[in-house]
Nanobody, 125 residues
Framework: QAQLVQSGGGLVQAGGSLRLSCAAS?????????INWFRQAPGKEREFVAA?????????DYADFVQGRFTISTDNAKGLVYLQMNSLKPEDTAVYYC????????????????WGQGTQVTVSS
């Protein structure tokens, strides 16, 4: 089955930046075209971060806590989805996951069919 492969993440100081990547074949994303980032902090539920559509990448959606700090984007030729994270805060510390589904927009993790392996992001104060 198709899989999403994540890279990036790591440890940064508050106010710093990271870029997360999520890779699959372009054919995979052309079918599973609704692509989201989620995150899960210790002791908390998995929560929505950002959404993009492979075929309409200019239309994006973000969780309220993003507050203009993050940007989701795609490189369609390379089969990549990015999450650029700026002005990071300690409360952004979590495991970040990319996920993809066919069909319509959703922010519910249970609706997604394909998942990356997760990437740890740790923001120190």
């Amino acid at each position: 089955q198709a899989q999403l492969v994540q890279s990036g993440g790591g440890l940064v100081q508050a106010g710093g930046s990271l870029r997360l990547s999520c890779a699959a074949s372009p054919r995979t994303f052309s079918t599973y075209a609704m692509i989201n980032w989620f995150r899960q902090a210790p002791g908390k539920e998995r929560e929505f971060v950002a959404a993009i559509n492979w075929w309409s990448g200019s239309t994006t959606d973000y969780a309220d806590f993003v507050q203009g700090r993050f940007t989701i984007s795609t490189d369609n030729a390379k089969g990549l989805v990015y999450l650029q994270m700026n002005s990071l805060k300690p409360e952004d510390t979590a495991v970040y996951y990319c996920a993809a589904k066919s069909g319509s927009y959703s922010t519910a993790a249970g609706d997604f069919d394909l998942w990356g392996q997760g990437t740890q992001v740790t923001v120190s104060s």
